[in-house]
């Protein structure tokens, strides 16, 4: 049994934010992975949990680390997917018969096998040192986690104009530098994933953050605009809520219930 490292106070401000997340979104700890699958080894946990496709896809990658990111994404992805399902009052496939690919523009999509009239959730994936998140909504989403890196500092401007320095810091007196620049780019980047190629995907510096409001001492709702042709309805401004989890910031945002 996996243990889902999501903190319960950020789980409860992202499900009374956003209505179409229906269950909080999954963290687990990356899952070692064997350098080759065995024959005896596909029934066991973790490939178990794997469709055949992701299973020699799995193969492919050679970098331990990557292939860790990949098998621990897939199975965030379908936990958070399954839940998903149940909370709607349906019954999910196996693990095994939910595959996850990328669609032509980028962000993972979900097909179930045997081919089921079953509600197909939207889902966004991400991984960061030692963990992986996902999650699984009604609307196009985007999860973020960071590890709060010194190299956030280092590219800043790449990210954050000096406004929004003064924002995050006005929001969030208390933290540090670091702690304050990892919930940005953690936030602008859950908003990018939102968006496909198709529509347009919005720089960093063409996201601007307008305001926040502190929850309490670890989360985070952020008020952002953004540029006229990614905000479909106009609407003056989006929420993406935020917060920290030991040395990692994570952000989730839902794209229709935004724009």
């Known amino acids: 049994m996996l243990t889902n490292f999501m903190p319960a106070q950020l789980s409860t401000i992202i499900l009374n934010t956003f209505s179409a997340v229906t269950c909080p979104p999954v963290v687990f700890k990356l899952l070692p992975t064997a350098s080759e699958i065995a024959p005896e080894e596909v029934q066991k946990e973790p490939y178990i949990f794997l469709h055949s496709s992701e299973r020699e896809q799995l193969q492919k990658y050679r970098l331990p680390k990557r292939r860790s990111e990949y098998i621990t994404g897939r199975i965030c992805a379908k936990t958070a997917t399954s839940n998903h399902l149940q909370y709607t009052l349906c019954t ?12 032509e ?4 999509i979900i097909t179930f096998h045997p081919d089921v009239s079953l509600p197909v959730p939207e889902i966004s994936i991400s991984h960061s040192k030692e963990y992986g998140a996902a999650i699984a909504a009604q609307y196009r ?3 973020d986690i960071q590890s709060q890196e010194k190299s956030l500092i280092k590219v800043r401007e790449k990210y954050c104009t000096e406004q929004e320095e003064h ?8 933290g540090n530098e670091l702690l304050r620049l990892s919930l940005l780019w953690s936030a602008k980047e859950a908003i990018q994933k939102s968006f496909s190629t198709k529509t347009g995907m919005p720089t960093f510096l063409g996201i601007h953050l307008q305001a926040g409001q502190r929850k309490d001492d ?26 920290i989890f030991m040395n990692y910031a994570i952000a989730v945002f839902v794209l229709e219930e935004n724009s």
């Open 141 to 143: 989403c985007g999860i």
């Open 92 to 103: 999910p496939p196996p693990m095994n018969q939910i595959e996850i690919n990328n669609s």
């Open 105 to 108: 523009y980028g962000h993972p």
């Open 167 to 174: 924002i995050l810091l006005k929001v969030i007196p208390k």
């Open 218 to 243: 670890n989360n985070v709702l952020f008020s952002f605009s953004l540029p006229p042709e990614q905000n479909r309805r106009n609407q003056k401004n989006v929420t993406v809520a935020a917060g």
